[in-house]
């Protein structure tokens, strides 16, 4: 029994210990990632913006459903495997340099945007998106940047997108 008691209470300080931690984390953060590509900025262009064919290269995604304009903006929800669902915007396109894709909603998780810039490379292009996000619960904050790091989901979405064109992803900051 003493053990039982010895575990819950050290269940409940490790809870604990990571609310606060999490508590003094900044409520923002700012994450990038670089991907080179072998492809013209139009093709890495077309693919980050056709909303559409994202679960045919997206292995994450189940569906993409398009929304009403919001704003005058493209908007859409997505879909995952797991369930969870996000509803998105673009709120600035300017092809085929820079996209500014919108969080407007994620049931209360997390908040933000990412900017995808699209610049020409040898052979290629290099496309860099950045995170600027904001993650309210503490809990969620700590693993946000201790255990899952807040670049996953860039890399992730960047390894589709090199495999949609055959291609490995190598990361650059």
Do not use: C
Not at 12 to 18: D, E, K, L, P, S
Not at 21 to 48: C, F
Not at 53 to 75: C, F, I, M, Y
Not at 124 to 135: C, D, H
């Amino acid at each position: 029994m003493r053990w039982v008691v010895l575990g819950i209470l050290f269940l409940v300080t490790m809870v604990f210990a990571i609310f606060a931690a999490g508590a003094m984390l900044p409520l923002g953060h700012v994450a990038s990632r670089k991907l080179k590509l072998n492809q013209p900025p139009e093709a890495v262009w077309q693919a980050i913006s056709n909303h559409s064919d994202d679960p045919k290269w997206r292995s994450d995604l189940k569906t993409v459903e398009r929304l009403p304009d919001q704003n005058g903006h493209p908007a859409w929800q997505e879909t995952y495997k797991d369930g969870m669902k996000l509803l998105l915007e673009d709120s600035e396109a300017v092809p085929p340099q820079k996209l500014v894709r919108r969080v407007r909603d994620s049931g209360n998780m997390f908040s933000g945007q990412w900017t995808f810039e699209i610049t020409p490379g040898a052979g290629g292009s290099i496309l860099e998106i950045t995170e600027r996000g904001e993650v309210p619960n503490p809990f969620f904050r700590f693993v946000s940047r201790f255990i899952m790091g807040h670049t996953k989901s860039i890399e992730q979405y960047m390894t589709a997108l090199a495999g949609k064109f055959g291609e490995k992803a190598e990361f650059g900051k």
